[in-house]
């Protein structure tokens, strides 16, 4: 009898232990920092290597331009950033977390040039691989 006690005690802590392992974000799925940084590298410093990891599937890139609305799809973006692989901006780069929950978040980031800013508007989602980036919509003061 306490043989059977002491199997079922050790197979309660192994399985409690496996359940809080399997809802560990920071070590296995990237962090909604990682991602936001990987963003910025990318569109600042030419560091592509690790964008299409966290952009989703179905994502959309959204700039205002004139009096209209222009929109890129995830290829699109990752292509054209290919052909700019390490061209640095000239540009002071910051963010600001504008909403954040465990599910989503909604990040603001600026790049300021010399003569006018660039503002990102990032959704991002906390998803089973990780944060991704849902969508961007970029403006310029």
Same mark, same amino acid.
């Given at each position: 009898?306490?043989?059977?006690?002491?199997?079922?005690?050790?197979?309660?802590?192994?399985?409690?232990?496996?359940?809080?392992?399997?809802?560990?974000?920071?070590?296995?799925?990237?962090?909604?920092?990682?991602?936001?940084?990987?963003?910025?590298?990318?569109?600042?410093?030419?560091?592509?290597?690790?964008?299409?990891?966290?952009?989703?599937? @179905?994502? +959309?890139?959204?700039?205002?331009?004139?009096?209209? /609305?222009?929109? !890129? #799809?995830?290829? &699109?973006?990752?292509?054209?950033?290919?052909?700019?692989? @390490?061209? +640095?901006?000239?540009?002071?780069?910051?963010?600001? /977390?504008?909403? !954040? #929950?465990?599910? &989503?978040?909604?990040?603001?980031?600026?790049?300021?040039?010399?003569?006018?800013?660039?503002?990102?508007?990032?959704?991002?989602?906390?998803?089973?691989?990780?944060?991704?980036?849902?969508?961007?919509?970029?403006?310029?003061?």
């Amino acid at each position: 009898m306490k043989t059977l006690q002491t199997l079922t005690a050790a197979f309660l802590i192994v399985f409690s232990m496996s359940a809080f392992a399997a809802n560990e974000p920071s070590s296995k799925r990237a962090g909604m920092n990682h991602a936001v940084l990987t963003y910025i590298d990318a569109f600042t410093q030419g560091d592509t290597r690790g964008l299409p990891a966290i952009l989703d599937e @179905n994502v +959309k890139f959204s700039s205002t331009k004139a009096d209209k /609305v222009v929109s !890129y #799809n995830r290829s &699109q973006i990752v292509q054209s950033l290919k052909q700019l692989q @390490n061209i +640095k901006q000239n540009c002071e780069t910051s963010y600001s /977390v504008m909403e !954040y #929950n465990s599910a &989503q978040a909604l990040v603001k980031v600026n790049m300021i040039y010399q003569d006018f800013t660039k503002v990102n508007y990032v959704l991002m989602e906390n998803t089973s691989e990780g944060w991704k980036i849902k969508s961007v919509t970029s403006t310029y003061n």
